[in-house]
């Protein structure tokens, strides 16, 4: 416990917090995404709630950046509509996130940086000098190493949060470097704990409230890897775009342990090729991308249509289209996942809702690969992809598919693309025990995989491939409600939403309003009981991140009422590059509630 | 990624055994001897039935999957390469057999011809070049000679076509032949040496189009008063990147044979490296506990 502070941390817990939103405003270079991720570990390690959403610029080296953190002792379900604490690095960073700070927050800034201090909304400013405090703590001239962790004591004593354990997280991750690395962290750590801040009070954190002992705290693209072995994948191919990269990083070099391989790929067009090669081989295979990597795969997600080969194809959206903001998130490739080819090419989408659900997404991605012998597309977003959250370690013993390579010997009744039953391929090494072997095809075929022309071929097989979609969405649960199970509104969502449109339909009820909400992980295709859950309320409105476009709704708007024909779905669309805040939610509800 | 399959028993194929579909191309076509050739060889090296995995893209040429007997795939334009890449990789127990032609190899798959040829991904390639888009009924392609006139050059062709030998060489093959559709012991010849070429081996195979290019390799048979002159392997320097590349200075008609082969780690090779070095560390552990042992290191 520092001794320098000027008021003791209080012990009451009625004063304790339950929630804290800390932004970190700086340049990409200073590590404050690093001081998040530590955050981030100890919220996970101490049975808190945590999930960060941050800026990359998308410039080759440098340029403002911010990390959020929101620390909570119970849900935690979106980074924060507005900062309770702002830490600005520079005088930009401080004229610029200011006004993300809530009335009567705090601000800590660079003394040594920013000069100008504008007293507004009873904001309260405590000025730190990080650079040469540092500086001063290390010893030497590094000029900007270490004033992030010197931060990051300096935010561990305002909060109150576990010093000791955070000891340990920084001994782990500077450890492995060298020990002259580890002593000037753990100096600068201790120098900002000590750092005296007469102005406010402690605030101390209150206790997790999360029970279980093994809690991960990581970011979605690494839970999706993770999603992807535990589902079988033991193959993959890629080529770096941002935000997908990280995946392709992560199994490049973690695959190998499961006596797989993941191939870097000199464009788009030849990653999916080889992960469909891997996949008429027998294997489960991935390949993945972002927005515009998904375009130049398209031909080939077509082709695996039409031939039925289990595919499993990532993407985390970005901002588009085109370059379009490669490092900020949307959610407008919905209708290119679900549409992007040519001919009619029906596939699955599949999108998770937070980091944690990142690894059951892939899962089930993986089985409906396998079982209905399609491509499977994971629909994920640039700030799932990039944000971190705490949440209970899966269990393997329920959730786990081993990997097969079926390569028994086919019988006289084997045929590649039967009109009765869903496609099973033999993979090239498994006999035939007529020694009349398959040939996997883009072309129009029969039974037999030759190729036809035959009109009514050609109409019995486009239905054979759309209604082995429509006996998945069959098998599909009963969609679940979150809130009220009828009512004035529903709200309707997709991916990385579901946190706002939850708190926006709690904070609703608790005002007395009867609202409930649906999030949709089956995209495509939908679930068939959302016509008759609509009926249950007066208004449906579909919160996006994507243009409302030529007819004023977003994109799964726009599927919702072509699937139902209800004309109360509604749209509310944000395309800023930035997730949407919970307050932006209610309002639009109460919006379209009031002009009932 | 298992590649312990149970060795079957190595009959030898019938011809009748390894033909499927009666080939749809037009009479005389010159791909039809890289068919036949393709099951002698294949006859000849004793593969077994299932092991055998024809890939091709698009074109006349690409197929040939339908032609054969054996697992094969038809898949879309240019990009027969990467997939076989993707076969050859996940499953090194089989033989992958690329087919394709000028168009498909050296235009739209141009790219990938370069990157498999550099990471020297075990599988043969055969490109069956008729220096014309015959599918698509007569336009230019990569390899028309300046000056040929087509759909597509009415005035004649005025893009220098490429030089398969020379782009082969600079991009790392490590074995590469060149022969002649109507030499056809020199075809089997060529089409034996590449399979058993451990690594990326490429064939180009003049393979004429009597619809739409005839006699395009008149001057390369003697029984159309051309030459078929052959590389004197005796004083070729095989593994000689810069005796390859003067070989392939002139090819119209140029020689026959193989230009270039050595031995160099394949990608198959230094990845399963990769993987065996991977499988020491995790050595004794379930992969559901090397996968918890991940998750321990987040918490």
């Given at each position: 416990m520092s001794q320098s502070t000027a008021h003791a941390p209080t012990d009451s817990p009625s004063s304790a917090l339950r929630n804290a939103v800390i932004r970190l405003a700086g340049d990409s270079q200073d590590g404050i995404q690093s001081v998040g991720a530590f955050l981030g570990q100890l919220a996970g390690s101490t049975a808190q709630e945590v999930m960060t959403y941050m800026t990359i610029p998308s410039t080759i080296s440098g340029g403002?950046?911010?990390?959020?953190?929101?620390?909570?002792?119970?849900?935690?379900?979106?980074?924060?509509?507005?900062?309770?604490?702002?830490?600005?690095?520079?005088?930009?960073?401080?004229?610029?996130?200011?006004k993300t700070?809530?009335?009567?927050?705090?601000?800590?800034?660079?003394?040594?940086?920013?000069?100008?201090?504008?007293?507004?909304?009873?904001?309260?400013?405590?000025?730190?000098?990080?650079?040469?405090?540092?500086?001063?703590?290390?010893?030497?001239?590094?000029?900007?190493?270490?004033?992030?962790?010197?931060?990051?004591?300096?935010l561990c004593a305002v909060y109150q949060l576990?010093?000791?354990?955070?000891?340990?997280?920084?001994?782990?991750?500077?450890?492995?470097?060298?020990?002259?690395?580890?002593?000037?962290?753990?100096?600068?750590?201790?120098?900002?704990?000590?750092?005296?801040?007469?102005?406010?009070?402690?605030?101390?954190?209150?206790?997790?409230?999360?029970?279980?002992?093994?809690?991960?705290?990581?970011?979605?693209?690494?839970?999706?890897?993770?999603?992807?072995?535990?589902?079988?994948?033991?193959?993959?191919?890629?080529?770096?775009?941002?935000?997908?990269?990280?995946?392709?990083?992560?199994?490049?070099?973690?695959?190998?342990?499961?006596?797989?391989?993941?191939?870097q790929c000199e464009d788009e067009l030849a990653a999916v090729s080889l992960a469909i090669g891997a996949s008429f081989s027998g294997h489960l295979a991935i390949t993945g991308s972002s927005g515009p990597g998904l375009s130049l795969k398209s031909e080939a997600i077509g082709y695996a249509c039409m031939a039925e080969?289990?595919?499993?194809?990532?993407?985390?959206?970005?901002?588009?289209?085109?370059?379009?903001?490669?490092?900020?998130?949307?959610?407008?490739?919905?209708?290119?996942?679900?549409?992007?080819?040519?001919?009619?090419?029906?596939?699955?989408?599949?999108?998770?809702?937070?980091?944690?659900?990142?690894?059951?997404?892939?899962?089930?991605?993986?089985?409906?690969?396998?079982?209905?012998?399609?491509?499977?597309?994971?629909?994920?977003?640039?700030?799932?992809?990039?944000?971190?959250?705490?949440?209970?370690?899966?269990?393997?013993?329920?959730?786990?598919?081993?990997?097969?390579?079926?390569?028994?010997?086919?019988?006289?009744?084997?045929?590649?693309?039967?009109?009765?039953k869903i496609t099973k391929h033999s993979p090239p090494g498994a006999r035939s025990s007529e020694g009349k072997y398959p040939v996997v095809t883009g072309l129009e075929h029969d039974e037999w995989g030759h190729p036809s022309g035959n009109p009514e071929n050609h109409e019995k097989m486009t239905a054979k491939r759309r209604n082995k979609l429509l006996k998945l969405a069959e098998s599909y649960g009963p969609t679940e409600i979150y809130g009220e199970e009828s009512g004035s509104l529903l709200f309707v969502g997709w991916g990385s939403t579901y946190g706002p449109i939850k708190e926006a339909t709690d904070r609703m009820n608790s005002e007395g309003q009867k609202v409930g909400s649906v999030h949709l992980r089956h995209v495509h295709p939908l679930p068939g009981d959302l016509a008759e859950i609509f009926d249950r309320y007066d208004h449906v409105l579909v919160p996006e991140m994507n243009d409302s476009g030529m007819y004023g709704y977003g994109q799964l708007a726009t599927l919702l009422r072509a699937q139902t024909c209800n004309a109360k779905i509604q749209s509310t669309n944000k395309v800023q590059g930035i997730s949407f805040r919970v307050l932006e939610l209610v309002t639009a509800a109460e919006k379209l509630i009031a002009n009932k | 990624m298992s590649d312990t399959i149970s060795a079957a028993p190595a009959e030898k194929l019938t011809k009748k055994q390894l033909k499927a579909d009666h080939p749809t191309w037009c009479p005389a076509c010159g791909d039809f001897a890289v068919l036949a050739s393709f099951f002698n060889v294949v006859q000849k090296l004793g593969i077994p039935h299932e092991k055998i995995c024809v890939v091709a893209g698009i074109g006349c040429s690409s197929r040939f999957p339908y032609f054969v007997n054996a697992h094969g795939i038809h898949f879309i334009h240019g990009r027969a390469l990467p997939l076989a890449t993707g076969i050859s990789l996940s499953r090194p127990d089989l033989h992958v057999f690329v087919f394709g032609g000028d168009g498909d190899g050296f235009s739209i798959g141009g790219n990938h011809l370069n990157h498999a040829a550099r990471k020297n991904v075990n599988l043969s390639y055969v490109v069956m070049d008729n220096f014309v888009y015959g599918l698509t009924k007569n336009q230019t392609s990569p390899t028309t000679p300046l000056g040929r006139k087509s759909k597509t050059d009415p005035r004649g062709a005025i893009d220098r076509p490429i030089n398969p030998m020379a782009q082969l060489v600079a991009s790392g093959a490590t074995f590469i032949a060149r022969t002649h559709a109507a030499q056809v012991k020199h075809m089997n010849a060529m089409f034996e040496r590449a399979i058993l070429h451990p690594g990326f081996a490429v064939v180009e195979t003049l393979s004429e189009c009597t619809m739409f290019f005839p006699g395009a390799f008149d001057d390369g048979n003697p029984r159309k008063g051309g030459v078929f002159d052959l590389v004197n392997e005796e004083e070729q320097e095989m593994e000689s990147t810069s005796a390859a590349m003067e070989l392939s200075q002139d090819l119209s008609p140029g020689k026959f044979g193989v230009y270039y082969e050595t031995k160099r780690d394949t990608k198959n090779d230094l990845e399963r490296a990769w993987l065996t070095d991977a499988q020491k560390t995790v050595a004794g552990m379930s992969e559901q506990d090397i996968l918890r042992q991940r998750f321990a290191s987040m918490r």
């Amino acid at each position: 416990m520092s001794q320098s502070t000027a008021h003791a941390p209080t012990d009451s817990p009625s004063s304790a917090l339950r929630n804290a939103v800390i932004r970190l405003a700086g340049d990409s270079q200073d590590g404050i995404q690093s001081v998040g991720a530590f955050l981030g570990q100890l919220a996970g390690s101490t049975a808190q709630e945590v999930m960060t959403y941050m800026t990359i610029p998308s410039t080759i080296s440098g340029g403002p950046s911010i990390f959020q953190v929101h620390l909570g002792s119970g849900d935690v379900l979106h980074p924060g509509d507005e900062a309770d604490t702002l830490v600005a690095f520079y005088q930009h960073s401080y004229d610029n996130h200011l006004k993300t700070v809530k009335d009567g927050g705090i601000c800590f800034y660079d003394s040594d940086q920013v000069e100008e201090v504008k007293e507004e909304r009873g904001i309260i400013h405590i000025g730190v000098p990080f650079t040469s405090a540092t500086i001063e703590a290390i010893g030497g001239t590094t000029k900007s190493r270490g004033k992030n962790i010197f931060v990051l004591g300096l935010l561990c004593a305002v909060y109150q949060l576990d010093r000791v354990r955070m000891s340990e997280i920084i001994a782990g991750k500077f450890g492995k470097k060298s020990e002259d690395i580890l002593r000037n962290a753990m100096l600068a750590f201790d120098a900002g704990y000590a750092w005296p801040v007469h102005d406010i009070e402690h605030m101390p954190m209150a206790p997790g409230e999360n029970e279980g002992d093994k809690r991960l705290s990581t970011d979605g693209n690494t839970m999706l890897s993770l999603g992807l072995i535990a589902g079988g994948v033991r193959f993959g191919a890629g080529y770096p775009i941002t935000p997908w990269t990280t995946i392709m990083e992560f199994l490049r070099s973690e695959l190998p342990k499961y006596n797989g391989m993941f191939i870097q790929c000199e464009d788009e067009l030849a990653a999916v090729s080889l992960a469909i090669g891997a996949s008429f081989s027998g294997h489960l295979a991935i390949t993945g991308s972002s927005g515009p990597g998904l375009s130049l795969k398209s031909e080939a997600i077509g082709y695996a249509c039409m031939a039925e080969m289990p595919l499993i194809v990532v993407n985390i959206q970005r901002g588009g289209p085109s370059t379009g903001l490669p490092t900020s998130v949307e959610q407008s490739d919905l209708l290119q996942a679900i549409y992007g080819s040519h001919g009619d090419a029906p596939r699955v989408v599949i999108a998770p809702k937070n980091v944690e659900d990142c690894f059951y997404t892939a899962i089930e991605a993986c089985r409906i690969a396998k079982e209905y012998s399609t491509p499977v597309l994971i629909l994920s977003d640039q700030a799932i992809a990039t944000r971190l959250e705490a949440f209970q370690e899966p269990d393997l013993s329920k959730h786990w598919r081993e990997p097969t390579l079926d390569l028994s010997e086919r019988g006289a009744d084997f045929k590649p693309y039967p009109l009765d039953k869903i496609t099973k391929h033999s993979p090239p090494g498994a006999r035939s025990s007529e020694g009349k072997y398959p040939v996997v095809t883009g072309l129009e075929h029969d039974e037999w995989g030759h190729p036809s022309g035959n009109p009514e071929n050609h109409e019995k097989m486009t239905a054979k491939r759309r209604n082995k979609l429509l006996k998945l969405a069959e098998s599909y649960g009963p969609t679940e409600i979150y809130g009220e199970e009828s009512g004035s509104l529903l709200f309707v969502g997709w991916g990385s939403t579901y946190g706002p449109i939850k708190e926006a339909t709690d904070r609703m009820n608790s005002e007395g309003q009867k609202v409930g909400s649906v999030h949709l992980r089956h995209v495509h295709p939908l679930p068939g009981d959302l016509a008759e859950i609509f009926d249950r309320y007066d208004h449906v409105l579909v919160p996006e991140m994507n243009d409302s476009g030529m007819y004023g709704y977003g994109q799964l708007a726009t599927l919702l009422r072509a699937q139902t024909c209800n004309a109360k779905i509604q749209s509310t669309n944000k395309v800023q590059g930035i997730s949407f805040r919970v307050l932006e939610l209610v309002t639009a509800a109460e919006k379209l509630i009031a002009n009932k | 990624m298992s590649d312990t399959i149970s060795a079957a028993p190595a009959e030898k194929l019938t011809k009748k055994q390894l033909k499927a579909d009666h080939p749809t191309w037009c009479p005389a076509c010159g791909d039809f001897a890289v068919l036949a050739s393709f099951f002698n060889v294949v006859q000849k090296l004793g593969i077994p039935h299932e092991k055998i995995c024809v890939v091709a893209g698009i074109g006349c040429s690409s197929r040939f999957p339908y032609f054969v007997n054996a697992h094969g795939i038809h898949f879309i334009h240019g990009r027969a390469l990467p997939l076989a890449t993707g076969i050859s990789l996940s499953r090194p127990d089989l033989h992958v057999f690329v087919f394709g032609g000028d168009g498909d190899g050296f235009s739209i798959g141009g790219n990938h011809l370069n990157h498999a040829a550099r990471k020297n991904v075990n599988l043969s390639y055969v490109v069956m070049d008729n220096f014309v888009y015959g599918l698509t009924k007569n336009q230019t392609s990569p390899t028309t000679p300046l000056g040929r006139k087509s759909k597509t050059d009415p005035r004649g062709a005025i893009d220098r076509p490429i030089n398969p030998m020379a782009q082969l060489v600079a991009s790392g093959a490590t074995f590469i032949a060149r022969t002649h559709a109507a030499q056809v012991k020199h075809m089997n010849a060529m089409f034996e040496r590449a399979i058993l070429h451990p690594g990326f081996a490429v064939v180009e195979t003049l393979s004429e189009c009597t619809m739409f290019f005839p006699g395009a390799f008149d001057d390369g048979n003697p029984r159309k008063g051309g030459v078929f002159d052959l590389v004197n392997e005796e004083e070729q320097e095989m593994e000689s990147t810069s005796a390859a590349m003067e070989l392939s200075q002139d090819l119209s008609p140029g020689k026959f044979g193989v230009y270039y082969e050595t031995k160099r780690d394949t990608k198959n090779d230094l990845e399963r490296a990769w993987l065996t070095d991977a499988q020491k560390t995790v050595a004794g552990m379930s992969e559901q506990d090397i996968l918890r042992q991940r998750f321990a290191s987040m918490r």
